[in-house]
């Protein structure tokens, strides 16, 4: 079964600054996909960004960048020119080519200091 | 265009109730999930319906548990005599064709279960 771990319960950011998210997994494949996804207080779960683990090049959307690590299993988002809006639970999740399933990890708190 | 919506948002039961949660997806969205959030972690798989076929429900905790989507679209998860445990958000999310490799999960906002 595959693991995903969210060393981070809580990460503060102060607006404008930039904040990294740290995610690791476990797995014996070597094709698979990976997503972070933004959970706002009392409302519906976003995709933020999805990695596809044969691309070498870092997935980038606006402010959101990842930093794929393969070898070393890691997956950390880095949110830039962090703002109020930001401020949600963050979820990183996987997924093989021939599964369905998301697996997610425990989220990390994000709050943002004005 | 409109996205995945749950119903009810909040639900209070006492121990030994039965409840539904209903979930309505996005429309023509073939695949349809239900995941269980427990406080402070992160949603886990209960089952999958590809229309109205459900394809795996490995992850329901117990024969309590009780999915359907009998005409391809909204679906209903049913807790017969729920218990304390049962309490947390019930996410369901849809996605447009297979749900397979990189194809996005479109979430829905949850239902809170709180079992008294």
């Known amino acids: 079964a595959q693991t995903v771990t969210q060393s981070q319960p809580e990460m503060s950011v102060q607006e404008a600054e930039t904040v990294t998210l740290s995610c690791t997994y476990d797995?014996?494949?070597?094709?698979?996909?990976l997503f972070w996804y933004k959970q706002p207080p009392s409302r519906q779960m976003i995709l933020v960004i999805r990695?596809?683990?044969?691309?070498?090049q870092n997935a980038t959307e606006n402010r959101f960048s990842v930093n794929f690590q393969k070898a070393a299993k890691s997956f950390s988002l880095k949110i830039s020119d962090s703002q109020l809006g930001d401020a949600a639970m963050y979820f990183c999740?996987?997924?093989?080519?021939?599964?369905?399933?998301?697996?997610f990890g425990a989220g990390t708190t994000v709050t943002v200091r004005a | 265009g409109a996205g995945v919506s749950q119903s009810p948002r909040y639900k209070v039961a006492k121990r030994g109730q039965d409840v539904a949660l209903r979930c309505d997806p996005i429309?023509?969205?073939?695949?349809l999930f239900w995941y269980q959030q427990a406080l402070g972690q992160g949603p886990e798989f209960l089952t999958y319906?590809?229309?109205?076929?459900?394809?795996?429900k490995s992850g329901l905790p117990s024969d309590r548990f009780f999915a359907e989507r009998p005409e391809g679209s909204v679906s209903t998860l049913k807790i017969q005599r729920t218990q304390q445990e049962d309490s947390a958000v019930y996410l369901c999310?849809?996605?447009?064709?297979?749900?397979?490799?990189?194809?996005?999960?479109?979430f829905g906002p949850g239902t809170r279960l709180l079992v008294l």
């Open positions: 319906f590809q229309n109205e076929a459900q394809l795996d």
């Open positions: 999740a996987y997924r093989t080519p021939n599964d369905y399933k998301l697996s």
């Open positions: 999310a849809s996605s447009l064709a297979s749900a397979w490799g990189k194809e996005t999960q479109y």
């Open positions: 429309s023509g969205h073939v695949s």
């Open positions: 990695q596809e683990a044969y691309k070498q």
């Open positions: 797995t014996s494949e070597s094709d698979y996909y």
